[in-house]
């Protein structure tokens, strides 16, 4: 029997190099790239209504909104990594000419179909990681229901669900609060 070859491994400045140049977006996980498959409409609508209403709340704050256009960067002791979350916020954020942030103190997934298992397996534990991390959001895309992480004071994370059109998501971590209404806004639930 022949052992398979393990695939060259992509140093990080050539992904972050690609990625400026490339169409398609790619996370990236411990040397190898993942092309990324384009969200429905519906699901880049809840991404959207998160940032408008984020970015209302937090105008004239120290932390702001930053869309999936911008990566997160993870850092393993043995590893890195790079997910493209569909919004996050950044209280501390990288020198305005990088391509990622390090230090999110929000993170939101627009839960889909295609990315459902990596997003609440690979992705959540990922994320958990990172430091400065106050909130993980995941939403559901056809019903007004929110699966949030909420970091606790001994450094775990506490799951709260929020579900309705008439609740309201506390935020004090970054002085704002996102209410379902707003998040699911002209999406057609």
């Not at 992904?15 to 190898?32: C, I, M, P």
């Not at 880049?44 to 997160?72: E, Q, W």
């Not at 942030?101 to 997934?109: K, S």
């Not at 669900?161 to 998040?183: C, H």
Request: negative net charge; aromatic residues 8%.
């Amino acid at each position: 029997m022949t052992a398979l070859e393990k695939p060259n491994s992509i140093p990080i400045a050539e992904y972050l190099a690609g990625e400026e140049l490339s169409d398609v977006k790619h996370e990236y996980l411990e040397g190898t790239i993942h092309a990324m498959a384009g969200g429905s409409n519906q699901h880049n609508a809840i991404a959207v209504n998160a940032l408008l209403s984020l970015g209302a709340k937090l105008r004239g704050k120290s932390c702001r909104p930053f869309n999936s256009d911008t990566k997160v960067r993870i850092e393993y002791p043995d590893h890195t990594r790079f997910y493209y979350p569909d919004a996050m916020v950044v209280c501390h954020p990288n020198a305005p000419t990088d391509h990622f942030q390090d230090h999110p103190a929000v993170v939101i997934e627009v839960l889909s179909e295609s990315t459902r298992r990596t997003d609440l397996g690979e992705k959540r534990d990922a994320y958990l990681t990172i430091p400065s991390l106050k909130v993980l959001i995941f939403v559901e895309p056809d019903s007004p229901y929110v699966v949030l992480h909420r970091r606790k004071a001994d450094g775990g994370f506490a799951v709260d669900y929020y579900s309705g059109l008439d609740t309201t998501i506390p935020l004090p971590e970054i002085e704002a609060e996102l209410p379902l209404s707003e998040l699911y806004e002209q999406v057609g639930i």
